[in-house]
């Protein structure tokens, strides 16, 4: 069955950096759009940022590009979220979802089970 | 940016059926999905293509979308059911995915 697994998750420092993975399985990672979406402590989704299956294209929510970086490793069925720069407001639960249905009509079937990530002093 | 308005919670007896909206501009020109996530779990898509269900889940859940609103109906609400509600679409105009505001769904 469909398994996405994040980890790398924890508490730091503002300013500081953390990369988050995202192992992916029982699909064919390489053929499907990977997104993060995160969600602050009592509050909504958030999509954060996308990468299209071959890596060829990225995108990402306003209030983090420059600082974060999406990528992804399809021999080794593995999605990353490289965040630099943290600030108090990325304090979330990070989740990795797979994506089906492509461009317009895209939505996420699969989710993993969170990562959560602290950015406090 | 592209925003989509729900109501903060939807109150609705057991055995009856709940209606959530959102609302976005000529939203109905959009293709929606709407995610259920249950207190301490991931979200999971209840509805998918507008009105299209997964397998898996039950036929009391339906989609329609049109003008400036799309609506979630849960009939036959039951217990289970209670839950936070999401809508969600993909802005064009900056490549970027959107989420609804969330509709807390109480059973009574």
């Known amino acids: 069955q469909v398994q996405l697994v994040e980890s790398g998750g924890g508490v730091v420092q503002p300013g500081r950096s953390l990369r988050l993975s995202c192992a992916a399985s029982?699909?064919?990672?390489?053929?499907?759009?990977t997104h993060w979406v995160r969600q602050a402590p009592g509050k909504g989704l958030e999509w954060v940022a996308v990468?299209?299956?071959?890596?060829?294209?990225?995108f990402y929510t306003e209030s983090v590009k420059g600082r974060f970086t999406i990528s992804r490793d399809n021999s080794k069925s593995t999605l990353s979220l490289q965040m630099n720069n943290l600030r108090a407001e990325d304090t979330a639960v990070y989740y990795c979802?797979?994506?089906?249905?492509?461009?317009?009509?895209?939505?996420?079937?699969?989710w993993g089970q969170g990562t959560l990530v602290t950015v406090s002093s | 940016s592209y925003v989509l308005t729900q109501p903060p919670s939807v109150s609705v007896a057991p055995g009856q059926t709940a209606r959530i909206s959102c609302g976005g501009g000529?939203?109905?020109?959009?293709?929606v999905h709407w995610y259920q996530q249950r207190p301490g779990q991931a979200p999971v898509v209840v509805i998918y293509?507008?009105?299209d269900r997964p397998s898996g889940i039950p036929e009391r859940f339906s989609g329609s979308n049109s003008g400036n609103t799309a609506t979630l109906t849960i009939s036959r609400v039951e217990a289970g059911d209670e839950a936070d509600y999401y809508c969600?679409?993909?802005?064009?105009?900056?490549?970027?995915?959107?989420f609804g505001t969330g509709t807390k769904v109480t059973v009574l």
């Open positions: 979802a797979r994506a089906s249905g492509g461009g317009n009509s895209a939505f996420f079937d699969s």
């Open positions: 029982g699909f064919t990672f390489g053929t499907y759009g």
């Open positions: 990468i299209w299956y071959d890596g060829s294209n990225e």
């Open positions: 000529n939203i109905g020109s959009k293709t």
């Open positions: 293509y507008d009105s």
């Open positions: 969600q679409v993909w802005d064009g105009s900056s490549n970027h995915y959107v």
